[in-house]
Nanobody, 123 residues
Framework: QVQLVESGGGLVQAGGSLRLSCAAS????????MGWYRQAPGKQRELVAA???????NYADSVKGRFTISRDNAKNTVYLQMSSLKPEDIAVYYC?????????????????WGQGTQVTVSS
């Protein structure tokens, strides 16, 4: 079993910054892609940013130039540095990880989600 624990959300004024962290723990052989998604009230969950194990990144157009995703493979942790925050960034932010974990017959890939962390931006 694998757990993803997020931290760093909170309330910030428009134009401010926040840094989210997501640490994976448990039965982990390796972690492939990691990413951040968000879900605003009444809207579907959407991709914010993703990063491969090799460090390639992908961003939603709405956050390009303002958010930066990074990871520390030694710590099984992914980060999201958010700057120039806007009220439209208000959402619950979820961490996602594609984890290869050991099984009795070898390894298996599974997708795990964090519990979510609230980001609120005041205008």
């Amino acid at each position: 079993q694998v757990q993803l624990v997020e931290s760093g959300g909170g309330l910030v004024q428009a134009g401010g910054s926040l840094r989210l962290s997501c640490a994976a723990s448990g039965s982990i052989f390796s972690i492939n892609d990691m990413g951040w998604y968000r879900q605003a009230p009444g809207k579907q969950r959407e991709l914010v940013a993703a990063i491969t194990s090799g460090g390639s990144t992908n961003y939603a157009d709405s956050v390009k130039g303002r958010f930066t995703i990074s990871r520390d493979n030694a710590k099984n942790t992914v980060y999201l540095q958010m700057s120039s925050l806007k009220p439209e960034d208000i959402a619950v932010y979820y961490c996602k990880a594609v984890v290869r974990h050991p099984t009795a017959w070898g390894t298996s890939l599974s997708v795990y989600w964090g519990q979510g962390t609230q980001v609120t931006v005041s205008s």
